[in-house]
């Protein structure tokens, strides 16, 4: 399967083709030059592209592209109600709707907002639930803002889903978005007295497993975590190989829903990867760990963002802050795809046809 990989910069967007063996990259960019580009993704229902990009002097926005990245148009419809007394301070999750949903969009971003799209993105609608949720008072910023940046549908409800927010925890809605419930059991907050709150802990990466919708996985500041039951429970995975419990990124196996692969960082005010580059796999759902260091550098203090992995049914893949695109081939080996990119915010792939 030959492979498109949209990578998401300080500096705009590349676009990074590979055929099957991913061994050799192109790359086309930068896209959007001069946009910061949180996130990008091709929606798979109609190959448009879509891109929560941010710029110091026209701010805050999505664009589209629906010819392969070659000309962008601009929403410039997205706002918070004005008696809620919010802004918009940056975009940073675009997430496609379900197959039966054409033109549904979901929206992430600073502070701790929800957008909705019912029209490929030229107008968009605040979502209320979480806007005036009753606990939001209590929802600390992190360390880049107050950010609402995983959203996950549950391919089987169509009124079920979750987003994560740094800082605020995981939440679900069962009823389609109209309200939403903590779930944040048994997840440690170790900066506040209470170190399990319901709310307030800072989730880096939540993923929904595609083929057991029950299971999430999440990267928490405060460890890794896994829920078998749609969020009620978690049970922590850290204390068992891992050479940390702080990182951003989690992945997993499309076709097994107990392998996960992890980054882990050195915290708090660190924010650099620990034991080299090191990259770290389960294979029996986070009782164990393992590290999967070939073709990465032994020697390296690399940052890797929240938004900065993605997986396929074939490979994983991730970018760092100092501008290098990893990507896993046959035999577990990782290699350098690119090198010296703008600083990598975002990380998404997709197939694609040569």
Known sequence: MAVLALIGTRKGLFLLRAEEGRTSWDVEGPLLDGWG??????????GII????????YGATVQRSMDGGHSWERSRQISLPEESGLTVNSTWHIEPGRLGEPGTLYLGGDPAFLCRSDDGGETWEANRGILEHSTRNRWPPSRGGLLLHCVQLDPRDAQRMYVA??????????????TWEPKNKDVEFDLVPDPYPDVGQCVHK???HPARPDRLWQQNHCGVYRSDDRGD???RLDGNGLPGPFGFTIMVDPSDPDVAVVIPEKAYEYHYTVDGLGVY???DGGSTWERMAEGLPERAWAAVLREASSFDSESLYFGTQSGSFFALTD???WVEGVRHLPPILSVEVTSWSG
């Open 331 to 333: 035999g577990d080996k």
């Open 281 to 283: 796999r389960t294979r």
């Open 50 to 57: 879509y891109a929560a990009a941010n710029h110091l002097v």
């Open 206 to 208: 939540l993923v929904l």
């Open 37 to 46: 580009v949180y996130h990008a993704i091709v929606d798979e229902r109609d």
């Open 233 to 235: 429970t978690w049970d």
């Open 165 to 178: 927010l740094s800082g605020g925890g995981t939440f679900r809605s069962d009823d389609g978005g109209a």
